[in-house]
């Protein structure tokens, strides 16, 4: 999963810091980690445009189930989130596409109350057909 991804599509709630033209380089670490450098198109105060930088952690809770990891952001964005997301990679084939699924906060019950996916690419102008068939 390490490497350069670009979002090509992606279903946010409001408030989610990166808006548009995201992409990420992930890096796992020695000690198994994974960190992420992040950048986007940023509005701030409602009108100000700016393309910004976002970096995170994340970490697996559960060994058996690696895709499933805790994200926690780092730098500004840490002032502008509170807590972390449930960070979910629910497919990938590592060398073209990864979907992933993202929860903010959760319910009562369990069920995520806000969350985000994105579909990432390797290739800044997208799939090729055939991937496209599978996502």
């Known amino acids: 999963y390490a490497g350069k991804w670009y979002a090509l599509a992606k279903k946010d709630p409001e408030g989610l810091f990166l808006q548009d033209n995201i992409s990420a380089e992930y890096s796992v670490e020695e000690d198994g ?21 976002m970096a995170a952690q994340y970490t697996v809770p559960d060994p058996t189930t690696p895709a499933k990891m805790y994200m926690t952001y780092q730098g500004l ?14 497919d990938t084939d590592y060398d073209n596409y990864a979907i992933t699924y993202a929860c903010r906060s959760l319910k009562e019950d369990g069920s995520c109350d806000d969350g985000y996916s994105l579909i990432f690419s390797r290739n800044p102008r997208g799939l090729p ?3 496209q068939r599978i996502v």
């Open 33 to 53: 980690t994974m960190t992420a450098s992040s950048k986007g198109r940023v509005k701030l105060f409602g009108f100000w445009v700016i393309c910004a930088d």
């Open 77 to 90: 964005a840490s002032y502008l989130s509170s807590g972390g997301d449930n960070y979910w990679v629910i």
């Open 129 to 131: 057909p055939a991937i």
